[in-house]
């Protein structure tokens, strides 16, 4: 069975300072890999993926994630936190051959001035 | 790019009444969608998924009595909500696979009260 840890269901930075947001997997099968961020009261919006291609992805608003499968990790990082990027994060493994995404508990990110 | 789009966004209705949700794939075909519930400040739980064409496969514990889907076609799956009660209250999600990951419709706020 596959599933994804998130350490931490609260993170708080001051903005422009990085941004750690921490999962880790489980999985038997090569896994594809999903940050998703949403906002209050809205949809799940992709942030960014691993596919087997290059283990570091490049998402969108700067983020970015590091595929290490001898950590099993999939941590996501932004160097400099903005005031925007307060919401909540989830990471997602996929089930393969199924399309189903199985997710992380989340963690809500909090940018202070 | 790839849009879902779920309506409505928030409905209120009395206990005891059924309540229609709709979820829809803008300019791509879904063979394939998912229902999701989340509760406040937690994760998203796989509810169900609707096939086009055939019956939907629902998650253990989940009664398919009480949340009725249906694929009509391959751009439009609904979730029907059938004789609500104040602990249907919830976040409704749906989300269609599209290349390896999935785009998630904006959400329905259901309040039964």
């Known amino acids: 069975a596959q599933s994804v840890t998130q350490l931490g269901s609260h993170v708080s930075v001051s903005e422009g300072a990085l941004v750690l947001l921490r999962c880790n997997y489980s999985?038997?099968?090569?896994?594809?890999l999903f940050w998703y961020v949403q906002y209050p009261n809205q949809g799940l919006q992709l942030l960014l993926k691993y596919t087997s291609a290059a283990t570091l992805v490049k998402g969108i608003n700067g983020f970015e994630a590091e595929f290490k499968k001898s950590e099993t990790s999939f941590h996501l990082t932004k160097p400099s936190a903005h005031m925007s990027d307060a919401a909540e994060y989830f990471c997602?493994?996929?089930?393969?051959?199924?399309?189903?995404?199985?997710f992380g508990t989340g963690t809500r990110l909090q940018v202070f001035p | 790019g790839a849009v879902v789009s779920q309506h409505p966004s928030w409905v209120i209705c009395k206990s005891g009444t059924s309540v229609k949700i709709e979820c829809r794939s803008l300019?791509?075909?879904?063979?394939?969608m998912f229902w999701y519930r989340q509760f406040p400040k937690q994760s998203l739980m796989l509810m169900a998924t609707s096939n086009e064409g055939s019956k939907a496969t629902y998650e253990q514990g989940v009664e398919k009595d009480k949340f009725l889907i249906n694929h009509a076609s391959l751009t439009l799956s609904t979730l029907t909500v059938t004789s609500a009660h104040p602990e249907d209250s919830s976040f409704y999600i749906c989300s269609a696979p599209r290349g390896a990951g999935a785009f998630f419709g904006q959400g329905t706020r259901l309040t039964v009260v």
């Open positions: 997602a493994v996929s089930v393969r051959g199924t399309d189903k995404l199985i």
């Open positions: 300019d791509f075909q879904a063979t394939t």
């Open positions: 999985s038997s099968v090569p896994p594809y």
